[in-house]
Structure formats: structure tokens, C-alpha cells
């Protein structure tokens, strides 16, 4: 039986994590382009100072606490509560670019996540992607899944930056390093070769500082940890597509992406062309969760 994309449900999302030997810390790349395209995943450190991880990770949190908005979720894949009437523990919330949240992202742009990004997907590359993950205390692993389903080549890289240190309790993102290829794809989508494929795995877990980025290829098999810490987990998506994917490399509607932007065209290149000024001329934020 085939599973497009590994999709099922929480039961199954606890096996997949059963099946998974121990994670080892990812590592820090030294050329992280060439580590992405090889592994599928690369850490690139420091891409955000600290106060403007905890500006926006403020600025998320009491949007949350005020906001009855719906997030989007992948039914299956992103397991939002713990059980069936519990109260929800994940969301996926897309972000609107008020002056916070385009400052922090020009500046998460304008050192080596931005140049890694060019040297993958090239400075023509769309945004397709901005928001944020957040896993309160209590919340239930994912299922591992891909973003995408397997094409020949890359189409989309997402990097997670961390707005406040991940440890192990807090349910790192966890990376299954060489997915990305069309035999791992084949053998992780099917439930007769599945567990196999996880068991012979060699996960990494996204251990960050505030700061650290993960910057991966869709195609590779990934999932967020069960957070049992006492706190809550908030990761800065951002994705760009590859001019070259295929026009159906992703269903419109999980795409986590604020409706005022969705047909919008922000160009990777539009962000690098202001790096040397934003290093010389740092800004300083303010949260305001009134505009998000």
C-alpha cells in the first residue's frame, strides 16, 4: 500500500518514532549549500541576534493568546492536540509583513542563510513561505513526513530559525539525512518498507541557540519532537521556491503564507541587494501583535 507523502495519523506518527534510532545533534556546517544539496539538511549559527528572536517570539505569543484565528494544519502530519477534545498544542501561523516582521527577515536574509539560499534555489527564487511554528508544552510528536512529494530535482528549502533555544525536552525538528533521493522516497511512502527504511536511519536533531537556523531540502523525511518542557518552542519558517519546480510542487492550500501576501512576488534578490546596508545600519524593533 502506497501513502503519498507518508500521511496517516497519530498512531502511526508514535510508531514511526518508536522505529527511529537515537538522534545525534546536528551538526554546524562549514559550506551549508554543499551539505544541503548532499544530505538534504545543513545548521547554519547566529542568522538572528538574540533580541530580535525574543522581539518576535514576544510578538507571536501574545498574537496567540489574543487571537481566535485559525492556523493552517496538515491533517495527519501536524498533530495539534494530544487526543481528540484536548486543547490544542501546534499551530502553523502565517505572517503578515508589518515593519517587525520585514525587518527580521531582511536581516535573517543578509548574512550566510541568504547566500546559502541563493546558491540552492538561485536569487530570482520567490518567497513561497513565512510563518511560524510553535509547540506548546505537552504537545505530540509529528508524523514524519516531506513537504513536497519527490520530484527529480529540488523545488522548494525551508530554514527554521529558532526565536529561543531548542533542547531535547523542547522536541527538536528531527532530519532523516539522505531522504531526499527517489529510493527513499519510494521506500519511506510505502507501509510495507517504511519501518525499515526509519530503523536504518541516522537521524539529526535540530539542537539550536536562538539564532541557529535549519536549512532543508522538501523533499526530505522530517518531524518536530514531543515538547515536555515547561516551555513553549517557536520557530521563523521561511521557504523559497526554486524558479525551475514544477507549477504543481505545492498545493495552494498548505501553503502557510498570510492571504495578504499569497500573490505577492518578493525575489530572494530583493533581500540580498539591501545586505551591506542592513549590516551597517542595524534596527531596532519593537512587537506590536496588534498587526500580525
Aim: glycine share 8%.
Amino acid at each position: 500500500m502506497r501513502d503519498p507523502r507518508g500521511v496517516r495519523g497519530i498512531g502511526h506518527a508514535l510508531r514511526q518514532w518508536a522505529w527511529l534510532p537515537t538522534a545525534q545533534p546536528l551538526g554546524v556546517a562549514t559550506s551549508p549549500a554543499e551539505v544541503a544539496r548532499h544530505l538534504g539538511v545543513a545548521l547554519l549559527p547566529g542568522v538572528l541576534n538574540v533580541d530580535m528572536c525574543s522581539a518576535l517570539r514576544d510578538f507571536v505569543l501574545a498574537d496567540l493568546q489574543a487571537s481566535t484565528r485559525k492556523s493552517f494544519l496538515m491533517p495527519g502530519i501536524f498533530q495539534p492536540r494530544a487526543k481528540r477534545g484536548a486543547a490544542q498544542t501546534r499551530w502553523d501561523l502565517s505572517l503578515q509583513v508589518d515593519d517587525l516582521v520585514a525587518k527580521v527577515l531582511r536581516h535573517v536574509l543578509a548574512g550566510e542563510l541568504g547566500l546559502t539560499f541563493k546558491a540552492l534555489c538561485g536569487e530570482d527564487a520567490p518567497l513561497w513561505e513565512l510563518a511560524v511554528l510553535v509547540s506548546a508544552p505537552g504537545s505530540v510528536p509529528q508524523q514524519l513526513h516531506t513537504d513536497t512529494d519527490f520530484y527529480v530535482d529540488p523545488c522548494l528549502f525551508t530554514a527554521f530559525v529558532a526565536l529561543q533555544d531548542v533542547t531535547w525536552n523542547m522536541g527538536p525538528t528531527h532530519f532523516l539525512p539522505g531522504t531526499h533521493t527517489l529510493a527513499a522516497s519510494e521506500a519511506f511512502t510505502s507501509m510495507e518498507t517504511q519501518e525499515g527504511l526509519l530503523r536504518a536511519s541516522h537521524p539529526v536533531a535540530g539542537l539550536l541557540k536562538a539564532g541557529d537556523a535549519t536549512l532543508y531540502d522538501s523533499r526530505l523525511v522530517h518531524g518536530g519532537g514531543a515538547n515536555a518542557a515547561d516551555d513553549t518552542r517557536v520557530l521563523l519558517t521561511i521557504t523559497f521556491r526554486h524558479p525551475g519546480a514544477p507549477a504543481n510542487v505545492d498545493n495552494e492550500t498548505c501553503r502557510s503564507i498570510h492571504p495578504t501576501h499569497r500573490h505577492e512576488r518578493h525575489l530572494l534578490s530583493n533581500f540580498l541587494r539591501q545586505r551591506h546596508e542592513l549590516l551597517l545600519q542595524p534596527c531596532a524593533l519593537k512587537s506590536d501583535s496588534s498587526s500580525m
